[in-house]
């Protein structure tokens, strides 16, 4: 079984900052890409960032310059350093890593639960 699971969300005022954290535990071979997603209120989900295992990144338009990447492979963990946040930063943010459980087993999505961003006015 593999479990992702993240932490730091929360209550923050315009202009604050927050970090994430995503840790995959369980039965894991390997891990190729990481990534933040977002949903909004009657949004659909979007990708928000992600890292390559070699520490290629990637942005969406609306974070670029505001919000950072980064993995830490030997916690199996990848992070998501927000600052300058925004009202429309509001959303569920999931954790999204691709790996593999085994040798023998193909790459698979897993997904956290999500974790609650607020982002007041």
């Known amino acids: 079984q593999v479990q992702l699971v993240e932490s730091g969300g929360g209550l923050v005022q315009a202009g604050g900052s927050l970090r994430l954290s995503c840790v995959a535990s369980?039965?894991?071979?390997?891990?190729?890409?990481m990534g933040w997603y977002r949903q909004g209120p009657g949004n659909q989900r979007e990708l928000v960032a992600a890292?390559?295992?070699?520490?290629?990144?990637n942005y969406a338009d609306s974070v670029k310059g505001r919000f950072t990447i980064s993995r830490d492979d030997a916690k199996n963990t990848v992070y998501l350093q927000m600052n300058d946040l925004k009202p429309e930063d509001t959303a569920v943010y999931y954790c999204n890593a691709g790996l593999r459980t085994s040798v023998f087993r193909r790459e698979a999505d897993y997904w956290g639960q999500g974790t609650q961003v607020t982002v007041s006015s």
């Open positions: 369980g039965s894991i071979f390997s891990i190729n890409a």
């Open positions: 890292i390559t295992s070699g520490g290629m990144t």
